[in-house]
């Protein structure tokens, strides 16, 4: 059982670079969620997806975008890299609400992103 | 904006101790109060959570306490073991008028041998 795989572990990116962030998931999760970690700092969501062609923004969605083609892939893409964006990215996903209460999500390892 | 609140960021402890770590929230629709651990390079891993129908969980040395009055809840590590040296966690999320949990910025524990 893989669960959250995320592609690449890590990457330098010269400003105005693109690249996407890979996320897969093998355990039929209709929830999906990109996070950044900056050092010593919490969690910030970046985009989620409650299923497949449903996308929406989270906290600090500028400078991203997503899509959700099917259930197992959220891709995260970074258009014009800056500075800004140097950060550990993590993909996770999860079970969706049942009965008023959420679940606990599955991370993956993350990407470790740094833009010069 | 609704934001948790968690303490200490810093925790230091001697093997065979115990660990507290706290975390208050904001959003009084917060019913869901996971706890994860992340080890060091690695991604954050679910190691224990409460809804808001309950007050305490146990699972082997971790528990998790809530109080919904003072919408504060804390998770306590017995019988500490270098093992447990990592980042913790707290995040409170509510299913309710949109999705959305908040992390805390985190614990860093060290446990001493």
């Known amino acids: 059982n893989a669960g959250v795989t995320q592609t690449p572990k890590f990457r330098i990116l010269k400003i105005g670079q693109s690249m996407t962030l890979q996320c897969t998931q093998d355990?039929?999760?209709?929830?999906m969620y990109w996070y950044r970690q900056d050092p010593g700092m919490g969690l910030k969501l970046i985009y989620y997806?409650?299923?497949?062609?449903?996308?929406d923004k989270g906290e600090v969605p500028n400078g991203y975008n997503v899509s959700r083609s099917t259930t197992e892939d959220f891709p995260l893409r970074l258009e014009l890299a800056a500075p800004s964006q140097t950060s550990v990215y993590f993909c996770a996903s999860s079970l969706p609400p049942r009965g008023g209460f959420n679940y606990g999500y599955t991370f993956g390892s993350g990407t470790r992103l740094t833009v010069v | 904006g609704e934001n948790v609140e968690q303490h200490p960021s810093t925790l230091s402890v001697q093997e065979g101790d115990s660990a507290v770590i706290k975390c208050t929230y904001s959003?009084?629709?917060?019913?869901?109060f996971p706890w994860y651990k992340q080890e060091l390079g690695k991604g954050p891993q679910l190691i224990i959570d409460?809804?808001?129908?309950?007050g305490e969980k146990k699972d082997q040395r971790i528990a998790v306490t809530l109080n919904k009055t003072a919408k504060h809840f804390s998770l306590h590590i017995t019988e500490t073991q270098p093992e447990d040296s990592a980042v913790y966690f707290c995040a409170a999320s509510r299913d309710t008028g949109g999705f959305k949990t908040i992390f805390g910025a985190g614990t860093r524990l060290f446990v001493k041998a």
């Open positions: 355990m039929n999760h209709n929830y």
């Open positions: 409460i809804r808001s129908n309950v």
């Open positions: 959003d009084s629709a917060s019913n869901y």
């Open positions: 997806s409650v299923g497949a062609g449903i996308t």
